[in-house]
């Protein structure tokens, strides 16, 4: 059943057996077609096909995009109770949305990690094989330049320039240039010379990083990737495909970059997203640049 029919369906159980209000059965059904058109753009998959980690980069991106505490706990909420929806019906054999949990009401701090966590990580790559050479390729990238998920997997070979030592990142109609430093650049180098054409199915592909099968890496295979080394380094926090981002944003101030940069750098649209990084930051830096920064 596509899923169309599936999200017709439900909607009829919200009005014919949950009697919902129309504002209810509004914003479920909001909730649930942005997560379709999400999970297909980016993802390739259907409704069913969704497990957790999926749900979980989703809300990843959501809260990326500056979206409030109480919009993220409706759409966990719409979640829930539409795979409740399809369990009950045996369309699936697990609800996904199951484990996850309402945001607070105060707006979330992202997890990050410290400077020696980034350093363990990214240790944890074995450089003697492939796929070890594009792991750390892609880690030290994102940790370089701080770019999203669906940035990172979406970036082709072009995209790279090696001259000036910086990616190019398009996003929404937008576009900017994100240096990298040197060592993360020679990382890069020498998996798109010697690693990447062995793992290409075709010469004619363009994806810069490429899976074992040779085709674009996945979201959901980032993921898995992220969270292998995060076992290997023996890291007990809770790490997601964004947290090397956020600990990009939060090092960066840390260490005495200008608010606007690193938005620019993120690619927000509006400051006060990024603003959210300065509540990581150690209270002596933030007094240092409340006295330092002429906007402060």
Not at 64 to 85: E, V
Not at 133 to 147: P, S, V
Not at 261 to 285: A, C, E, F, R, W
């Amino acid at each position: 059943m596509s899923d169309h029919e599936l999200l017709e369906q439900y909607r009829q159980y919200l009005i014919t057996v949950k009697n919902a209000s129309s504002n209810t059965e509004n914003s479920y059904m909001r909730d649930l077609r942005q997560l379709q058109s999400y999970l297909f753009g980016e993802l390739k998959i259907s409704l069913t096909d969704a497990d957790e980690p999926s749900l979980r980069n989703y809300l990843d991106y959501l809260r990326d995009s500056g979206k409030s505490a109480s919009t993220l706990s409706r759409n966990i909420a719409s979640w829930k109770n539409f795979y409740q929806f399809l369990l009950q019906r045996s369309f699936i054999e697990e609800n996904p949305a199951a484990h996850m949990n309402s945001e607070k009401s105060e707006q979330k701090l992202p997890s990050i990690l410290t400077s020696r966590e980034v350093e363990l990580l990214l240790q944890q790559p074995q450089t003697t094989e492939a796929k070890g050479i594009r792991d750390k390729a892609m880690l030290e990238l994102m940790y370089a330049t701080g770019i999203r998920v669906s940035e990172l997997i979406g970036l082709n070979l072009t995209d790279v320039n090696f001259a000036s030592g910086s990616i190019r990142c398009s996003s929404k109609n937008h576009e900017r240039f994100i240096p990298m430093y040197p060592y993360a650049m020679s990382i890069l180098s020498d998996y798109v010379e010697k690693t990447r054409p062995l793992m290409m199915i075709s010469a004619e592909r363009d994806a810069l990083f490429v899976n074992m099968n040779g085709e674009r890496m996945s979201r959901q295979g980032f993921w898995k990737i992220v969270k292998s080394y995060q076992q290997k380094a023996n890291i007990k926090k809770e790490i997601t495909p964004h947290t090397l981002r956020h600990s990009f944003a939060a090092h960066l101030l840390e260490n005495g970059a200008d608010l606007h940069s690193v938005q620019k750098m993120l690619g927000h649209s509006d400051i006060s997203t990024t603003m959210m990084y300065t509540k990581l930051v150690p209270n002596s830096i933030r007094d240092v640049y409340r006295q330092a920064h002429p906007r402060a």
